[in-house]
């Protein structure tokens, strides 16, 4: 994994940590993480590792500066400003599209919480750039009008114990204009902290994205 710099509106450089299968790939997931994480979270970089051994490209992206962050942190400056983290997305969707190891490839978007809705914003402004899009422990309702625009399939994971989260994710299932499914893992809370309950999440994306962006499913377990 390598990291590397993503030009942002304002002069602005996100930090990102990108990983290509050595023996190649046929598809990338640009991952968007959810308030208060980064491309460090432990959960994310579980679900990445997961798809870089099926043979997906996998670039984790810091949605915020290093000065934004510490802003969010202290006011919670940023966290719901999902209009300016989709921005910052579409900024790292230009830069894949440059870089000669994933310019020809199909993209998926993995979005947590706050991330998932601006991950839905980007596919929304970007219909055909985005082949598909998975929510974990998302807000989509965040995203308003714009689901009726997103024409990416969609899964939607929420954990079965996070009943306001999920009772969000139905309702945006019925607003979504594409292909939308919803999975619950059971036991499971908002952060998906419970005994294989993020392998889970590993698992239903690797599945969902091999569906959409053609790659056949890998044979681990």
Not at 74 to 90: I, K, N, S, T
């Amino acid at each position: 994994m390598e990291t590397v710099g993503v030009p942002a509106a304002g002069g602005r450089r996100l930090e990102g940590s990108l990983d290509v299968p050595a023996a190649g790939a046929s598809a990338v997931v640009l991952f968007a993480h959810g308030s208060g994480s980064s491309r460090h979270s432990p959960r994310n970089r579980l679900v990445a590792g997961a798809l870089g051994e099926a043979g997906f490209v996998t670039l984790l992206l810091d949605l915020l500066t290093v000065e934004e962050e510490a802003a969010d942190r202290a006011g919670g400056r940023f966290r719901f400003d999902v209009g300016l983290l989709a921005a910052r997305l579409q900024a790292a969707m230009d830069w894949l599209g440059d870089e000669p190891r994933t310019s020809a490839l199909p993209l998926g978007l993995f979005g947590a919480s706050t991330g998932a809705a601006a991950a839905l914003l980007a596919a929304a402004a970007r219909p055909a750039a985005v082949g598909a899009v998975v929510s974990r422990g998302g807000r989509p309702d965040l995203a308003g009008p714009a689901l009726e625009q997103v024409r990416a399939p969609t899964l939607l994971v929420v954990g079965g114990h996070d009943e306001q989260v999920l009772a969000l994710n139905q309702a945006a299932r019925e607003r979504l204009a594409g292909v939308a499914e919803l999975e619950v893992v059971a036991g499971a809370t908002h952060l998906f902290e419970e005994p294989g309950a993020i392998e889970r999440v590993a698992g239903l994306a690797r599945d969902w994205f091999g569906r959409w962006l053609g790659l056949k499913r890998s044979a681990r377990p």
